[in-house]
């Protein structure tokens, strides 16, 4: 090898063998001499080198750590900011003392809150509503009328579900109106519907009872709690409330019905001999009549379980049926002409020398019984187009001649639906043969079309107060006008030739 340095040749020596001079190539696998000042270049500049990284990781770490304690500062200083915000809280410069400020109203904001909330209120959407009123009310809960718009816009809300027997939401929304306003009765009245609803009556009556004393005026509400005190079997103070509604014009047919059904006129039952069996109490008179009371309860027994059956319901409490001789009936008890049994909250008919069944007697029975059914599900809440056309089929009436209804086609008798929810008490002769006839026809076409049992369904709504349209298009998915023009359509079609 030659020495850069001073040109010696050397052979198998790692250093000039004259200078000293060390160096060394990995090029192609020779070693190149170097003079050995550049070796200590190199462990200085390796050196350096390694001093350079760690004062830059030293320098690195040091901002992360200042970065990460900033950061820190800075989210204590937010919720410095929001507390004393919150608490409105201030220094006093000259004592250094913390002063507690007095909580400053933002009206103009309350306001505009208020708008919003009415704005959702008009449009129904009562849950956006209720944010914009609970917001307002959070900046001032002195405000009494925010209060009031919270407590009806949750009135509403609890009246929906209602409408929608939805009793167990409705309960825990009027409980929280009376957390705003509880000097108003309309909270308390839903209370006491939707506790009805939900059949404990006990707990009704109450609230009933605390909205009366808020509003002793109202006589939607003596006629609540009347019913809900018949409910409870305590006829006497049902009767005591039901006395005191002023306007009873209003409330005339139910009124009626109900003192119907829990009042014995000692007059109708004068003489006349009780026979009591498992679900009737059958009044009739011994001397004249003394085998009718008990054929008219056997009868009535082997009824009661046929109409049940098809009515999925019976009645929790004892049925009453009076008899009556002809003249009795005839002059002492108000009924149509055309009529020859009655129920008006009591089974009544005339039973003048009855010894034997017949298929006459079992009709009429049967007839009367499903009105009392009927009455005991849904009380006065059921449509007499329903009520007298399920009463002539489950008692076996036969269908009006095809000569009846094609005479009323042709002539343009056949009534509107409407006046087919109506009473027929007032009907005359002829009139009440078109009114039976045609609503036997239209019930037994949505049993034929729908079955039985969409039948119950309506008469379960209509239980549970839906009033009767809704109750029809809740069971049929149509308008009652809707379904009952159909079947005329039809009718005129078959008949009308």
């Given at each position: 090898?030659?020495?850069?340095?001073?040109?010696?040749?050397?052979?198998?020596?790692?250093?000039?063998?004259?200078?000293?001079?060390?160096?060394?190539?990995?090029?192609?696998?020779?070693?190149?001499?170097?003079?050995?000042?550049?070796?200590?270049?190199?462990?200085?500049?390796?050196?350096?080198?390694?001093?350079?990284?760690?004062?830059?990781?030293?320098?690195?770490?040091?901002?992360?750590?200042?970065?990460?304690?900033?950061?820190?500062?800075?989210?204590?200083?937010?919720?410095?900011?929001?507390?004393?915000?919150?608490e409105k809280k201030t220094i006093d410069k000259k004592k250094g003392a913390v002063i507690r400020e007095e909580k400053v109203s933002k009206p103009d904001e309350i306001a505009h809150l208020n708008k919003l909330g009415i704005d959702a209120y008009n449009a129904k959407e009562f849950d956006k509503a209720f944010i914009h009123f609970y917001q307002a009310y959070s900046?001032?809960?002195?405000?009494?009328?925010?209060?009031?718009?919270?407590?009806?816009?949750?009135?509403?809300?609890?009246?929906?579900?209602?409408?929608?027997?939805?009793?167990?939401?409705?309960?825990?929304?009027?409980?929280?109106?009376?957390?705003?306003?509880?000097?108003?009765?309309?909270?308390?009245?839903?209370?006491?519907?939707?506790?009805?609803?939900?059949?404990?009556?006990?707990?009704?009556?109450?609230?009933?009872?605390?909205?009366?004393?808020?509003?002793?005026?109202?006589?939607?509400?003596?006629?609540?709690?009347?019913?809900?005190?018949?409910?409870?079997?305590?006829?006497?103070?049902?009767?005591?409330?039901?006395?005191?509604?002023?306007?009873?014009?209003?409330?005339?047919?139910?009124?009626?019905?109900?003192?119907?059904?829990?009042?014995?006129?000692?007059?109708?039952?004068?003489?006349?001999?009780?026979?009591?069996?498992?679900?009737?109490?059958?009044?009739?008179?011994?001397?004249?009549?003394?085998?009718?009371?008990?054929?008219?309860?056997?009868?009535?027994?082997?009824?009661?379980?046929?109409?049940?059956?098809?009515?999925?319901?019976?009645?929790?409490?004892?049925?009453?049926?009076?008899?009556?001789?002809?003249?009795?009936?005839?002059?002492?008890?108000?009924?149509?002409?055309?009529?020859?049994?009655?129920?008006?909250?009591?089974?009544?008919?005339?039973?003048?020398?009855?010894?034997?069944?017949?298929?006459?007697?079992?009709?009429?029975?049967?007839?009367?019984?499903?009105?009392?059914?009927?009455?005991?599900?849904?009380?006065?809440?059921?449509?007499?187009?329903?009520?007298?056309?399920?009463?002539?089929?489950?008692?076996?009436?036969?269908?009006?001649?095809?000569?009846?209804?094609?005479?009323?086609?042709?002539?343009?008798?056949?009534?509107?639906?409407?006046?087919?929810?109506?009473?027929?008490?007032?009907?005359?002769?002829?009139?009440?043969?078109?009114?039976?006839?045609?609503?036997?026809?239209?019930?037994?076409?949505?049993?034929?079309?729908?079955?039985?049992?969409?039948?119950?369904?309506?008469?379960?709504?209509?239980?549970?107060?839906?009033?009767?349209?809704?109750?029809?298009?809740?069971?049929?998915?149509?308008?009652?006008?809707?379904?009952?023009?159909?079947?005329?359509?039809?009718?005129?079609?078959?008949?009308?030739?």
């Amino acid at each position: 090898m030659i020495c850069s340095r001073c040109k010696t040749k050397y052979y198998s020596k790692t250093n000039c063998p004259k200078c000293g001079t060390a160096a060394f190539s990995l090029s192609k696998g020779r070693r190149m001499p170097v003079k050995s000042g550049f070796r200590s270049l190199y462990r200085v500049t390796i050196l350096a080198f390694i001093i350079v990284v760690f004062i830059a990781f030293a320098f690195l770490n040091y901002i992360e750590q200042n970065e990460e304690k900033s950061e820190k500062d800075a989210n204590v200083q937010k919720v410095r900011l929001i507390k004393i915000d919150k608490e409105k809280k201030t220094i006093d410069k000259k004592k250094g003392a913390v002063i507690r400020e007095e909580k400053v109203s933002k009206p103009d904001e309350i306001a505009h809150l208020n708008k919003l909330g009415i704005d959702a209120y008009n449009a129904k959407e009562f849950d956006k509503a209720f944010i914009h009123f609970y917001q307002a009310y959070s900046l001032n809960k002195s405000n009494r009328t925010i209060r009031i718009n919270l407590y009806n816009t949750l009135l509403s809300k609890g009246d929906a579900h209602l409408s929608k027997s939805e009793f167990k939401e409705a309960v825990d929304i009027f409980k929280k109106c009376l957390e705003y306003v509880r000097d108003d009765y309309k909270a308390h009245q839903g209370l006491g519907l939707a506790y009805s609803g939900m059949s404990d009556y006990e707990t009704a009556v109450k609230h009933l009872q605390a909205a009366y004393k808020l509003n002793p005026e109202d006589d939607r509400l003596k006629y609540n709690i009347a019913m809900i005190y018949n409910n409870l079997g305590k006829p006497e103070n049902a009767q005591n409330f039901m006395k005191r509604i002023d306007n009873k014009s209003d409330f005339n047919l139910n009124i009626n019905l109900f003192s119907m059904a829990t009042n014995i006129n000692p007059v109708d039952v004068k003489g006349k001999v009780e026979t009591k069996s498992s679900h009737f109490n059958v009044y009739y008179d011994g001397n004249k009549d003394p085998v009718a009371g008990n054929l008219v309860s056997l009868i009535l027994e082997e009824v009661y379980y046929s109409v049940g059956r098809e009515l999925n319901f019976n009645p929790p409490d004892k049925v009453t049926a009076i008899l009556y001789t002809n003249q009795q009936f005839n002059e002492n008890i108000a009924h149509p002409d055309w009529s020859n049994a009655l129920f008006d909250g009591k089974i009544k008919l005339p039973a003048g020398g009855l010894k034997d069944r017949s298929q006459k007697l079992t009709e009429v029975l049967t007839h009367e019984y499903t009105h009392a059914v009927i009455f005991a599900k849904v009380r006065n809440n059921c449509p007499t187009w329903l009520n007298e056309g399920l009463a002539q089929i489950l008692s076996g009436t036969a269908d009006p001649p095809a000569r009846i209804i094609a005479s009323i086609v042709r002539y343009n008798k056949l009534p509107d639906i409407s006046t087919l929810e109506l009473s027929f008490i007032n009907l005359t002769r002829e009139e009440a043969i078109v009114a039976y006839s045609v609503s036997m026809l239209f019930t037994r076409h949505l049993i034929n079309t729908y079955g039985m049992n969409f039948i119950n369904t309506q008469l379960d709504d209509l239980s549970d107060n839906v009033d009767m349209r809704s109750a029809f298009k809740n069971t049929y998915y149509v308008d009652v006008e809707t379904a009952y023009n159909k079947f005329i359509a039809e009718l005129k079609s078959k008949h009308g030739k």
